[in-house]
C-alpha cells in the first residue's frame, strides 16, 4: 500500500524566516496531496492542496510544489509567524479524494 | 456554516468495555471519514462512508466499526476496549472526496 514519509519531524526558525516541509510517497498513482496544520488541542485543518496535473500552487505565504516523477512534494511557508507554529501533516490519495495516508508530522516552532 | 462536531470530547473506559463516538459532519458533507491518531502511529485511516455506505476501510479489527445515517451523522464504535485503543479519534467530512474537514476529536483512554 501507499507509503508516505516526512522530513524533518521537528523544525525551529526564527520569526521571518522560511520553512519548508518534504513528503515524499511510494504509489505513482496517488493524486491528490493536502497538507493540514493542526494546533494543539484541535482537529487537523486543510491548509493547502495540490493535484496530480499541477506542478506548484500558492496562497498569500504558503506554497506546495510537487515533482511526480520523485515523488516527493513540499510545503514552503514564507515570512513565518509565532501563529504559525503547529504540526504540519501531508497526505496522500490514491483512490482520488479517499483513503487519505498521512505522513507522521513534521512539528514546526517559530521562535520570536 | 458549523464545523463538524465530535462528541463526546472526552471519555475514560476500561479494558473489555465498548464504546461509541459520534460525529455531525458539516451540513451537506455526505462523506465521513473516520481516523485514529496516537503519538506512535500517527494519523491513521479506519473507514469511510458515504450515503449510509461503507465505501473504505482500513487495516483494523473488526472490533472497530461503524456506520452512517440518512442526515449524513455517522457513529463509531470500539467493542472489547484494550489499552491499545487510547487515542483521539478523529472524524472528518467532505463535499466533493477531495479536502477533508476535521472534527476537534474524542480523545478515549482506557484503563
Known amino acids: 500500500g501507499e507509503n508516505v514519509e516526512q522530513h524533518p519531524s521537528t523544525l525551529s526558525v526564527q520569526e521571518g524566516d522560511s520553512a519548508v516541509i518534504k513528503c515524499t510517497y511510494s504509489d505513482s498513482a496517488s493524486n491528490y496531496f493536502p497538507w493540514y496544520k493542526q494546533e494543539l488541542g484541535k482537529g487537523p485543518q486543510l491548509i493547502i492542496d495540490?493535484?496530480?496535473?499541477?506542478g506548484e500552487k500558492k496562497d498569500q505565504r504558503i506554497a506546495v510544489t510537487l515533482n511526480k516523477t520523485a515523488k516527493h512534494f513540499s510545503l514552503h511557508i514564507t515570512e513565518t509567524q509565532p501563529e504559525d507554529s503547529a504540526v504540519y501533516f501531508c497526505a496522500a490519495s490514491i483512490i482520488y479524494g479517499q483513503n487519505f495516508v498521512f505522513g507522521p508530522g513534521t512539528r514546526l516552532s517559530v521562535l520570536p | 456554516k458549523a464545523g463538524v462536531t465530535q462528541t463526546p470530547r472526552y471519555l475514560i473506559k476500561t479494558r473489555g468495555q465498548q464504546v461509541t463516538l459520534s460525529c455531525s459532519p458539516i451540513s451537506g458533507h455526505r462523506s465521513v471519514s473516520w481516523y485514529q491518531q496516537t503519538p506512535g502511529q500517527g494519523l491513521q485511516f479506519l473507514f469511510e462512508y458515504f450515503s449510509e455506505t461503507q465505501r473504505n476501510k482500513g487495516n483494523f479489527p473488526g472490533r472497530f466499526s461503524g456506520r452512517q445515517f440518512s442526515n449524513s451523522r455517522s457513529e463509531m464504535n470500539v467493542s472489547t476496549l484494550e489499552l491499545g485503543d487510547s487515542a483521539l479519534y478523529l472524524c472528518?467530512?467532505?463535499?466533493?472526496?477531495?479536502?477533508?474537514?476535521f472534527g476537534e476529536g474524542s480523545r478515549l483512554t482506557v484503563l
Open positions: 495540490i493535484r496530480s496535473n499541477v
Open positions: 472528518a467530512s467532505s463535499f466533493d472526496s477531495l479536502g477533508l474537514f
